[in-house]
């Protein structure tokens, strides 16, 4: 079995059905298939294992240029569904994504633990360079150990807020399923930092001179000092690998075997829209990534991860949130600047009239001014646009698996002094997630937790267990199935139950069968899921998902300068 049928899910189909079109996620009946539809080992939970890579160069990507390129020449919305998932629509286990929190529930101190906690920094520290990108000033250092860390501190504006950022940052998107960096929160004294004998920096003249303690200084001087002389600081451990370079939000590397999948088809890339409008990261581009060269068991591959997480929640970095970040791009779409002229600029936007905290630990973040259909990070980002319906279904299941408690310890791992900024993030937090839930989970039928029991084809309603629906009743119709095809082949004789139809029993071994289940609420008529199950011995497996949905008005803002065709 190649890897590529594991990896390119099936294209995108219109049937028309109903009243209206609706977007199909797998394919079409009656559409022809270059193989099975299932596997005998399907559904897989992983990706198949790494092809060795022998030759890899690094890559740099100007930010600059992502910007502007981004903002004017991103690719047009299309309807192609997602690739590297399995045939339940799951996100596939690989070098990008793990599943963690979403799928297993980890432990109150393993979210706390996040990517890793047993390797702090230990003094002293030696500055082996100083930090050459970014709006933040910062260093490079070595503790006694010898391990590298990346440094940053806190603006003087806002003391804890950007640190905060960065430690809670990297536990929240390691428990969703992220590479991330272990994040540490250090307090260092003067006395413990020395500079290294190699240490560089960028003088006045571009180029690169010996560091001397004075640079230190004039770096620790723009940081807040603690009453006890000591500096908090974010420290961050260098990942593991050899640096490659960010990796793109588009189209795959060519050097790299087992990148067969286009970035902004991968669902855990257009689902991490919806933990980045969660978390307020609006800072994710590709600057803020980086895909490294590991060796497992003598096969080199590459291993991606997010990192730099001070844009996230309430902070800038260096400042509080602008309040209109998150919610325009930096450059104006024509539509908003044609709207500014239409009304004046005398109608207030939502997030205009939101409340300021006021506590410098947070910086600006709300909840109640937040709408998920229409948050947007600080410039295009094609993998965000690229996502449809059940790429944001998948991310909500994973924003609404994190309970109020969950939300609260991570928070914790922030250390604020003062409390009220612990309280203030954790109902922040919560409010948003419920706005996510709300939102997504109203575009298709979210049902799962899919199973056969007693004869009887079982789920859960996700908008009935957290409240956002009322109780309903569902209409499920049989199909058989041929798999080699991939055409339901008319339907079973039976009440419209979930239970299994009599023609059950007879299926030979290895046949298949499919559920088509929707509400009785006609308005809901094009929210569909199939199910399907195949027979094994007398048990039923449910080996696939499709989710079918009525198409959208979209709230996106959407930027139609120089579109690249």
């Known amino acids: 079995m190649g890897i590529q049928r594991h990896f390119q899910r099936l294209p995108a189909q219109l049937v028309l059905t109903f009243c209206g079109i609706i977007v199909v996620h797998g394919p079409a009946v009656g559409q022809p298939q270059a193989g099975p539809r299932f596997y005998p080992d399907d559904p897989i939970c992983c990706a198949p294992p790494p092809v060795n890579i022998v030759k890899i160069e690094r890559r740099k990507i100007d930010a600059l240029f992502d910007f502007i390129y981004n903002s004017f020449a991103h690719v047009p919305v299309s309807n192609i569904p997602s690739g590297a998932v399995n045939t339940l629509g799951e996100v596939l286990d690989s070098s990008w994504f793990t599943n963690r929190h979403g799928l297993r529930r980890m432990s109150t101190a393993e979210l706390k633990q996040g990517p890793g906690e047993s390797r702090p920094p230990q003094p002293p520290f030696t500055v082996v360079g100083a930090k050459l990108d970014g709006i933040t000033p910062g260093f490079q250092m070595r503790d006694k150990n010898n391990r590298l860390y990346f440094v940053k501190p806190d603006p003087l504006s806002n003391p804890e807020m950007a640190t905060a950022a960065d430690v809670i940052g990297s536990r929240f998107f390691y428990a969703l399923g992220y590479n991330t960096p272990e994040n540490y929160l250090v307090h260092i004294k003067p006395e413990e930092i020395s500079v290294g004998k190699d240490a560089t920096r960028v003088g006045d003249s571009g180029k690169l001179r010996p560091m001397r303690k004075k640079d230190i200084e004039g770096i620790l001087w723009k940081m807040?000092?603690?009453?006890?002389?000591?500096?908090?600081?974010?420290?961050?451990?260098?990942?593991?690998?050899?640096?490659?370079?960010?990796?793109?939000?588009?189209?795959?590397?060519?050097?790299?075997?087992?990148?067969?999948?286009?970035?902004?088809?991968?669902?855990?890339?257009?689902?991490?829209?919806?933990?980045?409008?969660?978390?307020?990261?609006?800072?994710?581009?590709?600057?803020?990534?980086?895909?490294?060269?590991?060796?497992?068991?003598?096969?080199?591959?590459?291993?991606?991860?997010?990192?730099?997480?001070?844009?996230?929640?309430?902070?800038?970095?260096?400042?509080?949130?602008?309040?209109?970040?998150?919610?325009g791009y930096i450059i104006p779409t024509a539509a908003e600047v044609g709207r500014g002229i239409a009304d004046l600029g005398l109608i207030p936007k939502p997030w205009e009239m939101a409340k300021n905290p006021h506590l410098p630990a947070i910086g600006r973040i709300d909840a109640e001014s937040f709408n998920p259909e229409t948050w947007v990070p600080n410039y295009p980002n094609p993998?965000?646009?690229?996502?449809?319906?059940?790429?944001?279904?998948?991310?909500?299941?994973?924003?609404?698996?994190?309970?109020?408690?969950?939300?609260?310890?991570?928070?914790?791992?922030?250390?604020?002094?003062?409390?009220?900024?612990?309280?203030?993030?954790?109902?922040?937090?919560?409010?948003?997630?419920?706005?996510?839930?709300?939102?997504?989970?109203?575009?298709?039928?979210?049902?799962?937790?899919?199973?056969?029991?007693?004869?009887?084809?079982?789920?859960?309603?996700?908008?009935?267990?957290?409240?956002?629906?009322?109780?309903?009743?569902?209409?499920?119709?049989w199909f058989g199935f041929d798999n080699s095809s991939g055409q339901l082949q008319g339907a079973l004789s039976g009440s419209e139950t979930a239970t299994l139809p009599p023609g059950w029993a007879t299926l030979p071994e290895g046949g298949y069968i499919a559920a088509q289940i929707a509400t009785e609420d006609a308005k809901d008529a094009v929210k569909i899921v199939k199910v399907f199950l195949r027979k094994s011995g007398r048990e039923a497996k449910v080996v696939g998902v499709d989710r079918t949905w009525a198409p959208q008005v979209s709230q996106r803002p959407v930027n139609t300068t120089n579109k690249k065709s």
């Not at 000092?225 to 690998?241: I, K, P, T």
């Not at 994710?284 to 996230?312: C, P, Q, W």
Request: hydrophobic share 35%.
């Open 224 to 327: 807040p000092q603690a009453g006890d002389g000591s500096y908090r600081m974010l420290a961050s451990l260098a990942v593991d690998g050899r640096p490659l370079g960010p990796f793109r939000y588009e189209e795959t590397r060519s050097d790299d075997p087992n990148d067969l999948v286009p970035h902004q088809q991968r669902r855990d890339l257009r689902g991490l829209f919806v933990f980045c409008a969660w978390l307020n990261h609006t800072d994710a581009k590709s600057i803020n990534s980086l895909a490294t060269l590991v060796e497992s068991n003598g096969v080199k591959y590459v291993r991606h991860y997010l990192i730099d997480f001070g844009s996230a929640f309430g902070s800038d970095s260096d400042t509080a949130k602008n309040a209109r970040f998150g919610n």
């Open 383 to 477: 993998a965000f646009d690229q996502r449809l319906p059940d790429d944001e279904y998948w991310g909500a299941k994973q924003v609404m698996a994190f309970s109020d408690a969950d939300i609260r310890a991570i928070v914790e791992t922030a250390k604020y002094s003062d409390p009220r900024a612990t309280e203030y993030l954790t109902k922040t937090l919560i409010g948003r997630r419920d706005k996510i839930g709300r939102a997504y989970f109203s575009k298709v039928l979210p049902l799962e937790e899919f199973k056969v029991s007693n004869g009887s084809l079982q789920f859960v309603d996700l908008g009935v267990r957290y409240n956002f629906s009322p109780p309903r009743k569902y209409v499920v119709k």
